[in-house]
Each structure stands twice: as structure tokens, then as C-alpha cells.
């Protein structure tokens, strides 16, 4: 019997193909010359895609598979999946989710660190010989006992939640809905980022979520506030962040998502206001093993009984 076809968009690890490879014909996008040419011949027989939270899946690549039934994606966030595609066609689509949950949260704990303590210039201060030449570096800010404000209040938001509980802060948050938590609730973002010391994105990206941390809600950090975003880049307006910073209508920056990845604008770049990271907010072995491993899972049960062990909340009912 042929094993059915499945088309990889992204990488994958040496031990994924191997578990794929033993179940599907595997073709690889970027293998592909001329798509166009290849999915006019190849485009009917596949029916499962694995892709990732970066790439997704292409408009003119779901229309030329006629037949496809499965999405698994390697990453939390499934906003470049045409998802209402997707439920339209019966397709199913998966994602990652709880197994990058605690990595994500310690990524937000480094870029928290690192910003109010200083630890770019400190970093600096101690490799050049200025300690030695000039003296103690200036004094930096503590994280203890701050009002820390949480964009999204999910999976994520709560393990970052938890992990914060060391400095002693007040959490507060603010999602489309209050929920069943011993937090103080915003309705408002802009009055919530108004009583934050720090804000900490973990949204999910979409039209929905598009540059809600605006200039309005940006200013209203104010002038000793800082914004972390770990979420997605469309999150924050980031030309309102540049000139927020440049202004110092808003104290610092730690990001590890962009806009436009993997480009960073030199402005975000130069300045002393910032922490920037290269999305690596799940970049350990352990957990990207872990979400190989979950991709995969997803694609074999699929093929097993027609389900996913993980499916993105649109497509649950499928």
C-alpha cells in the first residue's frame, strides 16, 4: 500500500524526517524548482502539510492541494494558516501548544532581567575595563515588587504568571474576556498599561491583535515603564515603539519577536533602551525536541484515525 503524501514546508529535524519518513512520501518545498509545474502533476496526492508558526502555509500553495486534510505546525502560534480556509475545506490544522509553555515564560524572566538591571551596559561596563578605569557602573532597577501587567492571559501567560512569583509582584492582565484568576482584570489596556511598571505581551498575533500596543498604550507605559513582547511582532506598533523610545515617553524594550523577522530596524538596533533577542523564546533543545515531537505525533495519530492530538481551537470540532 503507497503511504500517502505529505509536503514539508520549513525544516525539520534529522529525527522527525526519520519518524515521517517511515510514513509518508515526504516532498520538501524548498526542494521544489518550479511549484507550479510540480503541483500540477503532484498537488491532488498530498494530503498532509507540516509546516511552522513562521511560514505556514502559502495561499497559492493550499489552492493547488486539492486534497489536503491535515495542517500540523510546529509552534504555538498558527496565525499564518488561513484557518477559516482551513474549517471551509474540513481541514485540520495542529500546533504545539504547553510543551514550550516554561521556556517562553524563562525567555520572559531573561529579557525582564536584563532590562531593569542593566545588563547590556553592565555587560559592557565589566569586558571593556571601565569598572576598572571609571568606576561602578550606575545603579539599576529592581524587579521586586512591581505591578506587572500581562497582554493575553492563556497557557503562556499564566506559566509567566507563575514563574514571576518570586519578585513578589502584583500581577494584573488584560484578555477579551475575564477569567477565573486571582489577578486584577483590565478591560481597558490603556488603563492597565497605565498602572504597569512592566507589560508583558503573550497575545496571540492575527487582525484581531494587530499593533494593539499602540502609541496610545506605549505612552501610557510611560517614561519608567518597560514592554517585553514574546508574543508576535504585529502585536506592537513598532514604529510608535521607535518613537516612544527615542522620545522617552517609554523606558526600555526586551523583544524577541519583530515585526518583519528577520529584519530589526537599525533604530531598535542603536538604541540603549533596548533588549532584542533573534525569537528564540523556545530555542532550547529540550523544547524544540519536544515540539518535533508533538508535530509528528500530530501527522501519525491523523494517519492512524483521522484525528490530531492537538488542534488549534478553530479547527477542534473537525
Known amino acids: 500500500m503507497s503511504q500517502p503524501e505529505l509536503l514539508q514546508i520549513g525544516g525539520a529535524t534529522a529525527e522527525m524526517r ?9 516532498h520538501v518545498l524548498s526542494e521544489i524548482d518550479d511549484f507550479d509545474a510540480w503541483a500540477a502533476t503532484h498537488g491532488a496526492g498530498v494530503e498532509a502539510v507540516m509546516t511552522n508558526g513562521h511560514d505556514g502555509v502559502p495561499a497559492h500553495v493550499m489552492e493547488a492541494l486539492p486534497n489536503l486534510k491535515v495542517v500540523s505546525g510546529y509552534g504555538v502560534g498558527y496565525d499564518a494558516v488561513d484557518t477559516d480556509t482551513c474549517v471551509a475545506r474540513g481541514i485540520k490544522v495542529s500546533h504545539t501548544p504547553n510543551v ?35 568606576g561602578n557602573a550606575p545603579l539599576s532597577t529592581s524587579p521586586d515588587g512591581k505591578t ?18 518570586v519578585f513578589n509582584p502584583e500581577i494584573v492582565y488584560h484578555t477579551r474576556t475575564r477569567k477565573d484568576v486571582p489577578y486584577t482584570y483590565y478591560a481597558d489596556l490603556v488603563e492597565m498599561a497605565r498602572a ?27 517614561p519608567e515603564g518597560m514592554l517585553i513582547n514574546v508574543s508576535r511582532g504585529s502585536v506592537v506598533d513598532e514604529d510608535a515603539l521607535i518613537a516612544a523610545l527615542d522620545s522617552g515617553k517609554l523606558g526600555m524594550a526586551g523583544l ?17 533602551r533596548t533588549v532584542l533577542l533573534p525569537h528564540v523564546g523556545s530555542a532550547t533543545h529540550e523544547t524544540r525536541a519536544a515540539m518535533g515531537a508533538l508535530t509528528v505525533d500530530n501527522l501519525l495519530q ?15 470540532h473537525l
Do not use: M, Y
Open 18 to 26: 526519520a519518524r515521517l519518513d517511515a510514513e509518508f512520501t515526504v
Open 148 to 165: 506587572i501587567g500581562i497582554l493575553g492571559l492563556g497557557r503562556i501567560g499564566q506559566e509567566i504568571a507563575d514563574r514571576l512569583f
Open 302 to 316: 491523523w494517519k492512524a484515525d483521522g484525528t490530531v492530538k492537538t488542534p488549534v481551537p478553530e479547527c477542534a
Open 196 to 222: 504597569c511598571d512592566v507589560l508583558v505581551c503573550i497575545t496571540p498575533g492575527g487582525a484581531s491583535t494587530n499593533k494593539i500596543v499602540n502609541k496610545d498604550v506605549l505612552e501610557a507605559l510611560g
Open 100 to 134: 514550550l509553555n516554561g521556556e517562553v515564560a524563562n525567555t520572559t524572566l531573561l529579557l525582564l532581567l536584563a532590562g531593569l538591571r542593566n545588563f547590556r551596559h553592565d555587560e559592557a561596563w565589566a569586558r571593556s575595563g571601565d569598572w576598572e578605569a571609571k
Open 256 to 272: 524577541d519577536v519583530f515585526e518583519r523577522e528577520p529584519h530589526i530596524p537599525d533604530a531598535l538596533k542603536a538604541s540603549d
